[in-house]
C-alpha cells in the first residue's frame, strides 16, 4: 500500500528526501492504538462486572471502562493539538506512546474499580495525543496523493485492528478478565522506535514563506472553516460507528443469536470499510464528493431498516463500503485546510470531534430506539438524516 514520495522543498531551497515507509508504518500502527482501547475489553465486560457486582453503581461504572477513554480523548484532544503546534510533534508523541503502556497495563495491578476508571481517563489522555500527532504527521511528511493514500490507508488499519482486538481481547480474557490489558506494553515496544526512526517534520517552503524570508507569514487559524468540517465530522462519525456499535444488536433482533454467526458479519462488515478505503485511493479528489458518499451510506442504512436478514446484511455491507470513503475524505478535507503552523491544532480539532461522534453514536441510536420503537427502524430515520445531509451539501459540492 505504501507509494513512492517525491521530496519536499525546505526554506532554503534544500531539498529534503521524505520520509520511507518505516515512519508511515510506525505511524499506521501509532493509530491503532486508540483502537485498541476502544475494543478490547468489550468481550470481557460481563466478566469485570462479574468481579466488581459488589461495587455500588458497578452496572452503571463498568461500561465505562470501555468507552471513557473515547471521551476523555474527544474532550482533550483539541488541547493535545495546541501542544502539539508549541512544543513539536516527534517528542510529544513519544511521550505519549510510553504513558499509554503505563496507563493501559495499571488494571493488571490495580484492585479498585474507581482506579481501575482513574487510568482508563488517562489513557483516553494519552490516546488523544497520540492520534492527533500521527494525524499531523502524516500532513507533514506527505501531500498530495500519497497523503490522500496514507490517510485511507489510516482508515483501513483501524478497521482491520478493530477486528483483530476484538477477537484477541476475547482469547485472552478467557482466562482472566485482567489478562488482555497486557496488550497495552505494546506502547514500551512502540516508544523507543518512533524516537529513533521518525524524523523531525520541517514545513515545506510553501508553507513556511519563500526562500531567504525572515520568517513563516502569520496566517490566522482558520476558525470558521474547521468549525463546519468538525460538526460534519461529529455526524460522520455517528454514520461510521453505526454498524460496529449496534451490528450484534441488530442481529440479535433478527433471531441470530450465535457467536459465530455475529463475529463472521461483523468481519465482513470490516472487510467492506477496507474495501471503501481502497476506492478512496483509486479515486480522483473529484470523483469522491462527501454528498455521493453519504448518500451511499444513507441507502445501506435504508436497506438495513426493511428488515430480514439478507437485507441487514446487504445493508450493512453497502453502508461500510460508503464509510470506508467517508473517513478519509472527512480527514483529507480538514487536512487541505491547515498550514503547517496549525496543523496540530486543526488536527486536535478533527480528532476531538470524530471521538465525540463515536461516544455519542449509541446513544443517538438508543434515543432513537425510545422514539420510533425499534433499533431497525432507529437506523433507517438515521438513514433518512444521512441523506437530507447529503442533499443539503451538494449545491455546495458542485460550486468547489
Known amino acids: 500500500m505504501s507509494a513512492p514520495v517525491v521530496p519536499d522543498v525546505r526554506p532554503g531551497g534544500d531539498l529534503a528526501p521524505a520520509p520511507g515507509r518505516l515512519p508511515a508504518a510506525l505511524l499506521m500502527t501509532g493509530s491503532c492504538l486508540p483502537v485498541l482501547g476502544a475494543v478490547l475489553l468489550a468481550p470481557v465486560l460481563p466478566r469485570i462486572q462479574d468481579h466488581f457486582e459488589a461495587v455500588p453503581g458497578a452496572a452503571a461504572l463498568v461500561p465505562l471502562v470501555l468507552t471513557v477513554p473515547a471521551l476523555s480523548l474527544a474532550l482533550l484532544a483539541p488541547f493535545a493539538g495546541v501542544i502539539v503546534d508549541r512544543l513539536g510533534r516527534k517528542r510529544l508523541l513519544v511521550v505519549a506512546t510510553a504513558l499509554y503502556a503505563v496507563f493501559g497495563t495499571a488494571p493488571l495491578w490495580l484492585e479498585s474499580l474507581p482506579a481501575i476508571l ?40 483501524a478497521a482491520v485492528s478493530a477486528t483483530l482486538f476484538f477477537v484477541l481481547g476475547g482469547a485472552l480474557g478467557a482466562s482472566d478478565w485482567r489478562v488482555p490489558f497486557w496488550l497495552y506494553t505494546v506502547g514500551l515496544a512502540l516508544a523507543p522506535v518512533m524516537a529513533r526512526f521518525l524524523p523531525v517534520p520541517v514545513p515545506a517552503a510553501e508553507e513556511d514563506g519563500k526562500p531567504g524570508d525572515e520568517g513563516p507569514e502569520r496566517r490566522p487559524f482558520p476558525v470558521r472553516r474547521m468549525a463546519g468540517i468538525c460538526v460534519l465530522t461529529v455526524f460522520g462519525a455517528v454514520v461510521f460507528y453505526t454498524v460496529p456499535v449496534e451490528m450484534a444488536y441488530l442481529l440479535d433482533d433478527a433471531g441470530v443469536d450465535s457467536p459465530g454467526t455475529i463475529g463472521a458479519v461483523t468481519a465482513l462488515a470490516s472487510a467492506a470499510t477496507v474495501l471503501g478505503s481502497v476506492a478512496f485511493t483509486r479515486l480522483s479528489p473529484g470523483r469522491r464528493p462527501l454528498p455521493v458518499l453519504l448518500a451511499l451510506c444513507a441507502a445501506g442504512f435504508l436497506l438495513m431498516g426493511l428488515g430480514g436478514l439478507p437485507l441487514l446484511i ?3 455491507v453497502l453502508n461500510c ?3 470506508g470513503l467517508l473517513l478519509p475524505s472527512l480527514v483529507t478535507l480538514a487536512m487541505s485546510r491547515l498550514h503547517f503552523a496549525d496543523r496540530g491544532r486543526g488536527m486536535g480539532l478533527w480528532t476531538a470531534a470524530f471521538f465525540l461522534g463515536e461516544f455519542v453514536c449509541p446513544l443517538v441510536l438508543l434515543a432513537g430506539k425510545a422514539a420510533v420503537g425499534t433499533l431497525a427502524t432507529a437506523v433507517a430515520v438515521l438513514g433518512l438524516a444521512t441523506a437530507l445531509v447529503a442533499a443539503a451539501l451538494f449545491p455546495a459540492s458542485r460550486r468547489s
Open 118 to 157: 482513574a487510568s482508563r481517563v488517562l489513557v483516553g489522555v494519552a490516546e488523544a495525543a497520540i492520534m492527533t500527532v500521527c494525524t499531523t504527521l502524516i500532513g507533514d511528511y506527505y501531500s498530495g496523493r500519497v497523503r490522500d493514500r496514507y490517510l485511507a490507508l489510516q482508515t483501513m488499519c
Open 314 to 316: 446487504a445493508g450493512a
Open 321 to 323: 463500503v460508503g464509510t
